[in-house]
């Protein structure tokens, strides 16, 4: 249509130009002292006194009884008809020239705000508006305008304050708030940017201009807007460069009083002047209170000590034992966002003496700087420090102490006995306490030089307490026996805590049995892991099962992958955990044809691992028996686990295909090595043929190639072992020519 008008328009001026040259009359009809005015009239727009969006779009035409119509004008005027100001249309200057037939308008709608009918969090606003359009033939005469009113309706948009985050409302001298904002045009759902914002702070004054922290300010914002209008900075892009629509910092230029309370509100604009209206203290006003911050939040990690976590510059320090030899591989991160800080630069040393003197730091200061260089001690106490700044000179310290503790690693076996039993069951569903130590200490004594008076740590004799690192560090093997009770010294020893649940100044017990291994301990380790126990035990928060040690560790945040970091998987290179007894998931959850039921997933009996070539796994151990059954002791005709309905379920699996399919995985690690399977009650069980115990190969590959690179090497290299079920149950000739084989490995066993 527009380009239809243009074109006639065109061709209508050329033959007038023609014609005013050629003759007198023209092309009107009439004498020109006669010439009658042109007619308009409205052909689509909003119906008269209509309520409608603050986009509006008219549709009008217009004839000339005499001649032709030149082009139109219009003006839109605030308010009706009858009630709108004349002189808004009074005056060429007032009208706007248009050839074309429709047009949209963007009018305002910002007045009489009021809480939306539908949803009170949102404020709605209107204004009445009047239409006109007029049309003017080639000799200027105009017509009798034509009118149409509508009030036009907008939502208010609406801001949150994110930042500072969390819920403490006291904050430091310097800071940074930021928020989002959203305009909804007609409803929630359909939102946009809003236009533009401003904001205000001030301390907290009662309405004679005296500081009252308890004055309900906010309220009184609501009730008397006009009385802060002075405070409020200019309305500024939501979209401007360098973010300056979507935070501020304060106290830079300005000064914010210590233990002075203050507010913080946001308000946003939309393109058709709406503005937020309401003021809630959950959204678009901070109440806060100044105060000297203590400093950053400060997370220290490392892969063997675990995380701890710093607040202020008082120095509180953690201590941890460790064996000579032993890597340490230092990471952090901090946060000031709890009181709007933020984070300017960090620096680290070892055995700082002067703080202010900034060679003692092994960096200069940097935002950058969040890991240490690996640093390996053999002796002494060594303390290692971080430091990290805000932007308003608060600083955290981060102290971490470590003492080298001798590891002569001079004695043969220690046995750690933490399989607390009472007496014997007749229906040997348990062994009784007697009968499970005699069994140990029998296999133990085939071990060179392995005395029960001295190599024997009872845990339940020391309160479920692990054994100290000074004792593991006099042995080159263990053997550590466990069961699912929660006061295992097994639990708290392989217990991870993800980085994401590091509590601050947190002393947690550091997994020796990792340093043990990573120094070139061997270790055996074997139990009841039916429902808890085993490898399990290292979630802090029981999952569902099967279970990711790297993405299930924590149950609620995915971006956390610190599990990496846990024994199962770092050390005994297991990625996937999973049980025939526990709390599996359900439904969907599950791979399609995978039912979870005792009935199918029991054990039969185990069978030896055949698919792995390495050299160095199960290959390296011909004597292994091939096939593993239940000791007929446990099977006899009045035993509880005597076929067929006697369902052995006191085992753990590792890495099982049909969890790894499910969650594409698309292989275990390639440290994994199968040990044993397990043969299942019903062939068609998930767990048929799946992993239940381990060769442990990494730290035997480690320090071999060591010696071959000509490094110092004083431990025998070897493998360690694992066993997700517990052996006493399995027959004892099996089990003792395994015992051997391992024995033999570690160059202990008494020929």
Known sequence: MRRLLLSFTAVAAAVSLALLGGCSEGVFTGDRDTNDAPEIWLSSGPVEGDTTGYQVHFYWSGWDPDGQIDYFEFVVAEGDPTGFTPADTAGLDKWTRTSVHDSTFRVPADANPRPWEVNELYTRYDKTHTFFIRAVDLEGKRSVPADRSFTAWTLAPTAMIDRPVGAVRTYSTVITFGWTASDPIDSPSNSQDPDSIRYLYTQILNKEGIYDPYFPIIADMN???????????????????????????????????????????????????????????????????????????????????????????????????????????????????????????????????????????????????????????????????????????????????????????????????????????????????????????????????????????DVSSANATPPDIRLIGQYANIIWTYNPATTTAWRRIIKFTPESQVGQSAQLTVNYMALFIAKGGHVMTSGRADRAGGLYDAFITPPLLPASFKFDMTGYDGDDTSGVNSMPYRDYCVSVVDKISAQFHTGDELPSGILRSLARDAMSYLVKETADADPGAIARYPNFPARLDLDPEVTCPTCYFRPPSGLFTYVEVYDPKYWMDFKIIPSSQRCFHPMYRMRTVSTLSGLDQQTVALVITKYREKFERDIAEGRPVDILPANSFHFGFPLWFFDRTKTAAIMEEIFREWQILEE
């Open 223 to 457: 009730e008397n807007p006009e009385d802060y209008e002075d405070l409020w900075g200019p309305w500024i892009h939501y979209r401007a460069a360098g973010d300056s629509g979507r935070e501020t910092l304060l106290g830079d230029d300005e000064i914010l009083e210590i233990r002075r309370s203050y507010v913080f509100a946001v308000q946003a604009k939309d393109d058709a002047g709406a503005v937020t209206a309401l003021f809630d203290g959950t959204r678009n006003a901070r109440k806060f209170g100044v105060s000297p911050a203590t400093g950053p939040l400060l997370n220290v990690n490392e892969p063997f000590l675990g995380g701890f976590q710093f607040l202020g510059p008082f120095m509180n320090y953690v201590t941890s034992d460790l064996p000579p030899g032993v890597e340490l591989n230092f990471r952090w991160d901090a946060s000031a966002d709890h009181y709007g800080g933020e984070i300017m630069s960090y620096r680290y040393g070892w055995d700082i003496q002067q703080l202010d003197d900034p060679s003692q730091w092994a960096v200069s200061a940097s935002p950058f700087i969040k890991t240490a260089a690996p640093q390996t001690f053999y002796s002494g106490v060594h303390r290692f420090l971080v430091e990290v700044v805000d932007n308003g000179r608060r600083i955290t310290y981060g102290k971490v102490e470590v003492s080298i503790v001798p590891f002569s690693m001079e004695r043969n076996l220690l046995w750690v006995d933490d399989y607390k039993l009472g007496a014997p069951i007749p229906s040997k569903m348990e062994p009784g306490e007697a009968e499970h130590d005699t069994f140990w200490v029998n296999i133990c004594r085939r071990a060179q030089e392995f005395y029960p008076d001295r190599d024997v740590y």
